[in-house]
């Protein structure tokens, strides 16, 4: 079997409106469907994409504002890296 590509990514997040403002709000991300996730319907399913309908272009979320906070393990990252420009 040959590998074509991957359809879309989806993760995790807290709450709805955080996510809709950053992902569209902040990154530009265009909000292309939002929908009940079938294995929780109580729950949205929201679809962020360019809008260019290509495999691999469409990142979702599972927005579930009261799940339990992640905890750190064994290759987690646990600090953020920061590279300037000037190659420092």
């Known amino acids: 079997m040959k590998v074509l590509g991957i359809h ?3 993760a995790i997040a807290g709450d709805p409106q955080s996510n809709i403002d950053f ?4 990154l530009g991300l265009r909000l292309v469907k939002v929908t009940a996730n079938f294995n929780d319907p109580g729950a949205y399913h929201l679809y962020y ?3 260019t309908r290509h495999s691999g272009t ?3 979320f599972f927005p ?3 799940a339990p906070k992640g905890r750190h393990g064994v290759g987690q990252v646990t600090h953020r890296f920061c590279h300037s420009q000037g190659g420092d």
Do not use: A, F, R
């Open 58 to 60: 469409i990142l979702t």
């Open 49 to 51: 994409g360019y809008g």
């Open 8 to 10: 879309h990514i989806t």
């Open 23 to 26: 992902y569209s709000g902040l």
């Open 64 to 66: 579930w504002p009261h």
